[in-house]
């Protein structure tokens, strides 16, 4: 019958403490792993003794290599920031980085050739890997943005240059009568003979802007020059028979009134007396146009003073007069402008001089019907 053999076992903490004799193989009840023992207790009694060999699956391997694990080509640690290089003959060794020549390299993804000279392929830059604000001026090229990359209303006017914008930028009919400012349309910028009738406001064209003799017959209408408008006519412009002439179709004719005082029956100068000296009735309707009036021998101290009355009221507000020692007649200010048929008019002197009264007053009232 088939004899079975046990060695000795326990478990990993049973182990601990253990010494087991050089040589000396136990079963390692727990890491399900065969120990070797040295016959040298640990010096944490709580390690367990001999050393365990790995099992098949290396479940029972740490996870953390050190140097011992390691065939290094190189003798001793190594030093901060060396990385491990194989040497193509078997052997792992410590280099510096700068040592490790990769510039040869392949590389992939959005670049393309090797490390030491990497380019990034066409097209894989895009939106989402430029940073905001990252793009300025000397990066985009002469001629490149295009009106579809513009957004409507966002050129403003800061951003266009003084005298930028040509005849050929403008649309037509693009610029409309709020776009043109008061009193910028100069002569020079008007077509000849395009300035038509629509263009003028009634009654804008004046006399100033009209060039002498540039109003000719035929841009007169018929019976379009009425009497107010014709200052003086020679007999050549007249054709045809004049028809009667009727008194009773003129106006503003002179009417005009003589009356004297500080003269005598023979007309001989005398010295003037305060009195009346005239009554005319007038046989018209009209108005006073004023007076002219002389006296041959002037007063002193005291003026020499006519008056009109019209139905025994003056006409005047302020009456004409001869100042001391002159002989021009001072104009009066009229009060009563108008007279009619059959009314009185009396001429009167109201004041005289001293010393030397003053004589020989000729005094016209002009007047019109």
Known sequence: MAKIVQIRRGTAQQHEGFEG??????????DKTIRVHDGILPVDANNATGIPLSRADMDNVSKAVGLPQLKLSSVGDPT?????QADGAGNILFVDPAV??????GIGGDLSGTIGNAQIVANAVGTTEIADLSVNNNKIAENTIQESKLTDNSISVAKIQDNAITTAKIANLAINEVKIADNSITTPKILDANVTTA???DASVTDIKLAVDSVVTNKIIDAGVTDVKIQSMSASKLTGSLPAISGASLTQ????????AGYDADLVVEDLAVGTYGVVVMGRSGIFDGEVGTIETPSANASVICDIEINGSSIYDTAPRFNIGSSTLIGGTLGTNSFSSGDNITFKIT???SGTIGS???FLLKCRV
């Open 253 to 260: 004719l002179p009417y005009d009134m003589a009356f004297a």
């Open 199 to 201: 263009k003028l406001a």
């Open 351 to 353: 004041q005289i001089g």
């Open 360 to 362: 020989g007053v000729r």
């Open 80 to 84: 901060s920031g060396q990385i491990l």
């Open 21 to 30: 004799k050089e040589g000396e193989i136990t079963v390692d009840l727990t």
């Open 100 to 105: 490790v020549d990769v510039s040869g390299s």
